[in-house]
């Protein structure tokens, strides 16, 4: 009898515990929903500034489910401001952001899609990443990489690691990269064989993290032929960081109780993986190589920068942190933007016709020489203009991101013309460029891919407008890994586009989003926005 009343006095005290931890949930949900409220609530009050129609109870997540229920349900997130600047002109359109309440299904956000005001935040002041970019990140990185952290800490592996990333250096791995590129072109010579369609996003993304694997660790990953541990790694390791984008999959994420033990094992395995790399540059330091990877100058950098016991762990955790978000994001961003280059191309013939002509003109009309041409003088990449002007207009129209910064109690915006001042306390800045890159305002005939926006001289109305292209940020946070990516593109651009024919392969009566089939969308597991279904396409082997 004593045993049950100790029983039943025990399950009393859990269900009390339980019933207070409740309690003490609902309590601080219903705390953090006034305030979030409130400061929306406040900014027409205190301020004088138009937000969207808003409920103190749901607050805009009724306008955002409406609107966004009238179009293709897997569009990608930065479509919302476009989509409300198209719903709310009066509100969005004069002052080039808006303010959006989602909450708790996301932050307090203030999209700004006025280059002017971006700039005001990213190079006037370059305000500090959010919070929550930096918990999304934390098991990836521990918060020890260049994308997340901050003061000191970032300007010290800025400098150690910008060496590695100019332009001469990456100029120098292009052999490198071809040798890539090469297997990438066996590939699609298979495809063109079935003569079936297939999806190109995956394949374009083991090209790129093999080519970015070179110029950062001088190693071949072979992630085009074969499956390997760190790739494998990597990959699951993106689908357990959790996007507030998406509540459902956010919350299934989160709260796995797999995900511990998965994050430690991947991280584990690309540690494992990196470690011999490090290790390796350590003892060599100072011998000569074909080329400078990134690591070896970094490692190189931190040296003449008197960096103390260069094996000391918190170095090594630093060094392994950065590799992982370069492999990570450096390889993302680039497949996507490939996939959308063939898309292109593929759907407005005479901008194809242009590019290889182009290409014949640089490289001469023997396809078989081109790689050994490029080997022989990497500068011919340097030397395409219209090529480099198509993949600007391809960044322009499929940017894969934009920046997030915190606002703060004394940090304002202000509109360049009007003088009007925007708050930012509480806030999620989004800079939203997919918005600018898109805004008739700054890109005449926006919609539409013309090249030449590239190639005319300032004054043309056609010339890109001061700080309205911003597919890698600008000012001191800019990406450090867009040259990399720029002539990665040029070179798969050189030995491809003369030899196959690649087209996307979309239905004709499928949704669309802005008149275009192939808009972005969101998947599990990726940071940037995603060609749609993976880009379907059939390869051809070109005739003439």
Not at 198 to 216: F, N, P, W, Y
Not at 444 to 449: A, F, L
């Amino acid at each position: 009898m004593l045993v049950s009343t100790d029983a039943a006095d025990l399950t009393r005290t859990a269900l009390k515990g339980v019933f207070i931890i409740i309690v003490i949930s609902i309590v601080r949900f219903c705390i953090r929903l006034y305030q979030v409220r409130k400061l929306i609530r406040d900014i027409p009050k205190k301020y004088g500034i138009p937000i969207l129609p808003h409920s103190l109870l749901f607050g805009h997540l009724p306008i955002v489910i409406k609107l966004m229920s009238l179009y293709p349900s897997d569009i990608y997130g930065h479509y919302l401001p476009m989509l409300l600047r198209k719903e709310y002109p009066d509100i969005c359109d004069s002052r080039g952001l808006v303010y959006i309440d989602t909450w708790p299904i996301g932050n307090p956000l203030l999209a700004v899609f006025h280059p002017g005001i971006m700039s005001q935040f990213t190079q006037e002041q370059s305000q500090p990443k959010h919070e929550f970019l930096r918990q999304q990140f934390q098991p990836f990185t521990q918060g020890q990489d260049l994308l997340v952290a901050e003061g000191e800490q970032w300007r010290k592996w800025r400098r150690i690691f910008n060496p590695g990333f100019s332009a001469q250096n990456i100029v120098s791995c292009v052999p490198a990269i071809l040798e890539e590129i090469n297997v990438f072109r066996d590939w699609l010579k298979d495809a063109a064989r079935t003569g079936e369609t297939v999806t190109l996003e995956q394949q374009a993304e083991k090209l790129t993290v093999d080519v970015i694997s070179r110029i950062v660790l001088g190693s071949r990953l072979h992630s085009q032929t074969k499956m390997n541990s760190f790739y494998s790694a990597m990959r699951n390791q993106a689908s357990w960081l959790g996007y507030d984008n998406q509540p459902l999959a956010f919350l299934t994420t989160m709260l796995n109780p797999v995900r511990p033990i998965a994050l430690w094992k991947n991280n584990l395995t690309m540690k494992s993986f990196l470690l011999p790399h490090i290790e390796k540059i350590l003892r060599q330091e100072g011998k000569e190589n074909d080329y400078k990877t990134i690591l070896s100058i970094a490692i190189q950098s931190s040296t003449n920068q008197d960096e103390p016991a260069l094996r000391n762990n918190n170095f090594i955790n630093a060094i392994v942190a950065h590799l992982k978000i370069f492999m990570f994001a450096g390889h993302e961003t680039t497949a996507g933007i490939l996939c959308y280059l063939y898309h292109i191309l593929c759907s407005n013939p005479t901008i194809l016709d242009t590019m290889r002509r182009e290409h014949d003109s640089v490289f001469g009309l023997d396809l078989a020489m081109t790689p050994a041409k490029i080997k022989l003088n990497p500068i011919l990449l340097n030397q395409l203009p219209y090529t480099s002007a198509v993949i600007k207009e391809t960044l322009r129209l499929f940017t894969p991101a934009g920046t997030v910064r915190a606002g703060s109690p004394n940090f304002f915006l202000r509109h360049p013309e009007t003088g009007e001042r925007y708050p930012t306390n509480g806030m999620m800045i989004f800079g939203c460029s997919a918005a600018v890159h898109r805004h008739e305002a700054y890109w005449p005939d926006p919609e539409k891919c013309i090249p030449e926006r590239w190639l005319v001289p300032e004054g043309d109305p056609h010339h890109p407008q001061k700080n309205a292209y911003r597919p890698f940020e600008s000012g001191p946070r800019n990406c450090i890994g867009q040259e990399i990516s720029q002539l990665e593109l040029r070179a798969i651009m050189a030995m491809t586009v003369r030899e196959f024919d690649i087209e996307s392969q979309f239905p004709a009566d499928g949704p669309r989003l802005f008149g275009e089939v192939a808009y972005q969308t969101y998947k599990v597991g990726k940071i940037v926005a995603q060609p749609r279904n993976d880009m379907p396409v059939r390869v051809m082997l070109r005739t003439s």
